[in-house]
């Protein structure tokens, strides 16, 4: 392999271990999601408070992951892609076992909390170091490759969480991850960020505040976050909070919530290939990021207006909503594209855990207008803003297929 040119076949040993620390780090991180109303039953959590606690812990995890994300990014840029994932997993892995033994909401908050911080590191230094070791021509089978694996990690959570009960679901999360760190043994430090180390000692690496002081630099930094919102509104609205949407809907039949996550990652799964492989086909980063909000809008509105129809094809749409999302590779690989290797773990981890944690305004907003409007309307409201802003930001995005990565802010 020419170091210069990079890894051209996306099946090789990078690209293969940071989709399996995708896939233990999807499997926690959606996890509560599949187990929020067992686990807090089993807490003893009356039925009347599920969504507001259920909401409240969801959040916990999403700041974590909002303060992790600019952690790891940095010491991603200052240190290395491979010290900040060692540490991330080990972090993620413990908290995870510790929380198949939480007694209460208080425990559980510290814990989700932690297991974020932990979850905040893992695919934005993936994503990072795949980017940098493939050739600028193929490095989007690889991210794609990343995402697409890793998302499955959420079917497992379901079949794990349907077979056994909500805390041997944790304790089996966290035991993945503990045995995931043997094989980060094999992988080697990216050459660029090793390069630029090297030769430009004077260059700040991991400047998270420097992305606040040029206009340029913030703006790009603004508009990469704004893009991925759409599919954590699906993700933290629409399917977790499904079954409260099906009977408001109306829908034939109960809806699982376990069910409708395990749906929606295998749509996301698909997607993720789908769209990650028809952005090398176009050679575009931003026609396939338009194509696929436009896709969502269209399934967003059959979700609205799906009022008395059968469970099935409820299910179908929450599936079909994931394929939609499966930008999020694209998305991602845009945003660490946008900026120099000096920066570039910082902004590829913590651009969509800034998405993640637009999980607190988003549902914040939506139980706030549900009790005046409704929670149809309000999920409604809240859609339109989070993709109109999408689609203004994609807009003011630059195109970065086929961009040289190797240069510094």
Request: glycine share 12%; aromatic share 14%; with cysteine.
């Amino acid at each position: 392999m020419n170091k210069k040119e990079g890894i051209s076949n996306p099946f090789n040993l990078i690209v293969i271990v940071a989709a399996l620390g995708y896939f233990v780090d999807i499997y926690d991180l959606i996890l509560f999601g599949i187990v929020r109303v067992p686990s807090l039953k089993g807490i003893g959590i009356p039925d009347d408070l599920i969504l507001s606690k259920g909401i409240f812990l969801l959040n916990m995890q999403m700041v974590g992951m909002l303060l992790g994300g600019i952690i790891w990014g940095i010491m991603g840029d200052k240190k290395g892609r491979l010290p900040v994932l060692f540490i991330t997993i080990s972090l993620y892995s413990l908290a995870n076992i510790a929380n198949g033994f939480v007694q209460n909401i208080e425990q559980y908050a510290f814990l989700r909390f932690f297991a974020g911080l932990g979850l905040a590191g893992e695919l934005g230094i993936g994503i990072t170091l795949v980017s940098e070791v493939m050739s600028k021509e193929k490095r989007g089978y690889g991210t794609a490759m990343v995402s697409g694996i890793g998302i499955l990690g959420a079917v497992l959570g379901f079949l794990i969480a349907d077979i056994f009960n909500w805390r041997v679901a944790y304790w089996f999360g966290g035991g993945l991850g503990i045995l995931l760190l043997t094989m980060r043994a094999t992988v080697f430090e990216s050459g660029m960020f090793e390069k630029t180390k090297a030769e430009h000692k004077n260059v700040v690496r991991g400047d998270f505040l420097s992305l606040f002081t040029n206009k340029k630099r913030l703006l790009k930094y603004i508009y990469s976050i704004l893009i991925g919102v759409p599919i954590w509104y699906i993700v933290s609205v629409l399917v977790i909070q499904s079954p409260e949407f099906a009977k408001t809907l109306k829908i034939e039949g109960a809806i699982s919530g376990g069910l409708s996550v395990t749906y929606h990652y295998i749509g996301l799964a698909i997607g993720s290939f789908l769209i990650g492989f028809v952005s090398q086909w176009l050679k575009s980063r931003k026609k396939v990021l338009y194509y696929s909000l436009g896709f969502l809008i269209i399934f967003i509105g059959l979700f609205f207006f799906a009022e008395g129809k059968s469970t099935s094809y409820f299910y179908f749409l929450i599936a079909a909503l994931g394929i939609g999302a499966g930008y999020w590779a694209v998305f991602i690989t845009t945003a660490s594209e946008q900026f120099g290797t000096n920066l570039r773990a910082t902004v590829t981890t913590t651009v969509p855990n800034f998405v993640r944690g637009a999980t607190v305004p988003i549902t914040s907003s939506v139980l706030l207008l549900s009790s005046s409007v409704g929670l149809l309307k309000a999920g409604i409201i809240v859609g339109v803003v989070c993709f109109v802003l999408a689609i203004i930001a994609l807009f003011l995005l630059e195109e970065t297929f086929n961009k040289d990565l190797d240069y510094v802010e």
